[in-house]
């Protein structure tokens, strides 16, 4: 009977253990265990946000600029405000954006990519053009022209992110595509007459997707230095809405008064810059050591 | 080779007149009207009117793409929304500090960059080496903009070594007033260039010449910088190119937190007060200088390495 097991069903219940294999080997790094450690912790403290006793937003000018202590476990701001609560608020704000903001970037990029990859020529010709046109106006200016005109938003953040993170996926993904365009198994699921789109759909995202992936996380740390770096100067969260990004901007107008105000806004970025980064090059040096030689 | 140069040279040129279509485009898309937004909510019907005739916006469509083209390729980058002063002149004026900036943060990133990279590309898996490698990625990661704000506490605040604010009088007050901005931003490419660097490093180290250079007895830091070294410092020439490109733009944060002048600091007083010319013209002129140096990287790359100068010649 054993040796009678369907191939199918053999990989289905292989796959797990591979995933496992794969899980100890990552944590087995001891970077990636102290990024996977750190990311937990903002997720963490992003999910606990709501449970803390003070309001994010509330003003309580008799405790201005307080150090920390039982009440205030991080002081308060020059509002009077909890920098410990809004710490943890800015860490919903700051994981919702960036890792919606990479997963709109991967499905523009998929997109044109896929597109270029598989369209006329001029199609190609006309996209490569427009990918490397983005990718020649320098971030910051990009990000500061496209909110001088929509007006500072946190959809203008994701939009920034789209257009600065999106080409790139989207090369990456055209050349694999003409990498893949002819090979045997497309040309044989051509020939069966499948369409243009079951063939990208089935065959040629799933081949492309996890580099994409390991790439994609190792740019979260950029987007949450996106969102972090517009809020800062006014034009991403709007004040009062607590976004490590504001909340260092008061920290630097008020920095001869309290330092809390900038280790409750900086700390975070860091720790979430870190914990990415890290665990970043710990699952591309796992799962794909050919991306190691970039 | 000289149509290597011609191809690489036409493709920068069709960059930038995109950016300027792109822009174009964007324009045109503003929610609203820019007349009404420009003259502000109190003006009159025939001051709308006249303003519209004066801007050429009651033209046809291609004459309008026309103009703004032809303007700006003349050098022209429209005049200041409140002053009236030339854009072109107000960033000029502004472009030296920036540069200074940047200049400063180049030398903060290139110096120990070659330094790292060289020292973890010759002692490979060395504890030294891996830990260059985790502070590498480390200030790579973090914002310029976080690392300024902690710069400014610890050293200006609180130690006082340097002062908080200000581009300085005379020389020595200048470079001392630069150290700080610059290591906030230079600090981040020391880990781009000390990465790239001992890969680039490692992979010529593994050729057959080094090998033959070797099994000639060749001392260890002749082959070191004589060849390997020569060859590797390529790749690094095309991360200094983006370095620039990006830190021009970047140099915003850096410049705020500093209180210096320059073109970051241009663009955010220009976006408070929507004064739209100078932020359009500024990204026009970062945008021209970020595609000429990489055009130039990338012309000296093929002109100082003999294999990409074989293959295009070709």
Redesign the interface.
């Known amino acids: 009977m054993s040796s009678a097991v369907d191939p199918a069903t053999a990989a289905v219940v292989k796959k797990p253990r591979k995933a496992r294999g794969a899980m100890r080997r990552l944590v087995s790094d001891p970077?990636g265990a102290l990024g996977l450690g750190l990311i937990v912790v903002t997720v963490l403290a992003a999910l606990a946000a709501g449970l803390l006793p003070h309001d994010p937003v509330k003003l309580n000018p008799m405790v201005r600029f307080a150090a920390p202590g039982a009440e205030h476990w991080l002081g308060t701001d020059n509002l009077g405000r909890d920098l410990f609560t809004r710490m943890l608020y800015g860490a919903r704000i700051a994981l919702v954006i960036s890792i919606g903001a990479t997963v709109a970037s991967l499905l523009v990029g998929l997109l044109f990519g896929v597109l270029a990859g598989f369209g006329p020529r001029w199609l190609d010709s006309i996209l490569l053009?427009?990918m490397?046109?983005m990718k020649?106006?320098?971030?910051?200016?990009?990000a500061?022209?496209l909110?001088?005109?929509t007006g500072p938003s946190l959809w203008a953040v994701v939009l920034v992110v789209v257009l600065v993170n999106g080409p790139t996926y989207a090369r990456i993904v055209r050349t694999q595509v003409l990498a893949l365009r002819n090979a045997e198994f497309i040309e044989a699921e051509r020939a069966l007459g499948a369409g243009f789109l079951r063939v990208a759909s089935l065959h040629v995202v799933p081949n492309i997707i996890g580099p994409l992936l390991i790439l994609a996380a190792m740019d979260i740390?950029i987007v949450?230095?996106i969102e972090?770096?517009l809020s800062?100067?006014g034009?991403g969260v709007r004040p009062p809405t607590p976004s490590w990004g504001t909340i260092?901007f008061d920290?630097?107008s008020y920095?001869?008064d309290s330092?809390w105000m900038?280790v409750a806004g900086?700390l975070p970025?860091?720790i979430t810059?870190?914990g990415?980064?890290?665990l970043g090059?710990a699952l591309r040096d796992t799962f794909d050591p050919k991306l190691a030689?970039r | 080779m000289l149509s290597y140069l011609a191809r690489r040279i036409l493709l920068s040129v069709a960059v930038v007149l995109t950016v300027i279509a792109a822009l174009f485009a964007m324009m045109h898309a503003i929610p609203g009207d820019a007349v009404r937004t420009a003259l502000g909510p109190r003006a009159s019907e025939a001051m709308v009117e006249a303003y519209r005739v004066k801007m050429g916006l009651d033209q046809p469509v291609l004459v309008q793409i026309w103009r703004f083209f032809s303007t700006i390729l003349q050098g022209d980058l429209g005049s200041d929304a409140i002053s009236g002063v030339p854009v072109a002149r107000i960033i000029l004026a502004q472009l030296p500090d920036t540069l200074y900036l940047v200049a400063g943060a180049m030398v903060v990133a290139v110096v120990p960059g070659i330094w790292l990279g060289v020292m973890s590309a010759t002692h490979r898996g060395s504890l030294f080496d891996r830990v260059t490698s985790v502070l590498s990625v480390s200030v790579m990661a973090v914002p310029s903009f976080v690392i300024a704000i902690y710069l400014l506490l610890i050293f200006a605040i609180h130690l006082s070594w340097f002062p908080a604010i200000g581009a300085g009088e005379g020389f020595a007050d200048r470079l001392h007033r630069l150290v700080l901005p610059s290591v906030a931003l230079g600090l981040a490419w020391i880990g781009y260039i000390a990465r790239i660097l001992r890969a680039s490093m490692l992979e010529v180290m593994g050729e057959n010449h080094i090998r033959t250079a070797r099994a000639f007895g060749l001392s260890e830091r002749r082959i070191m910088f004589d060849y390997v070294l020569r060859i590797a410092l390529l790749p690094t020439i095309t991360v200094l190119g983006m370095g620039i490109g990006q830190m021009l733009s970047g140099a915003v944060f850096a410049e705020i937190v500093f209180g210096r002048p320059g073109i970051g600091k241009l663009v955010y007083d220009s976006i408070a007060a929507r004064n739209y010319p100078i932020v359009v013209g500024t990204l026009l002129v970062t945008t021209g200088f970020f595609v000429l140096v990489n055009l130039i990287a990338d012309l000296l790359i093929a002109f100082l390495d003999p294999r990409v100068r074989n293959v295009v010649s070709r």
Do not use: Q
Not at chain 1, 136 to 142: A, R
């Open positions: 970077l053009l427009l490397d046109a020649s106006v320098p971030t910051v200016m990009l500061l022209v909110i001088t005109w740390p949450v230095g972090a770096g800062f100067l034009l260092l920290g630097f920095i001869r330092i900038v900086g970025i860091v810059a870190l990415f980064t890290f090059e030689k």
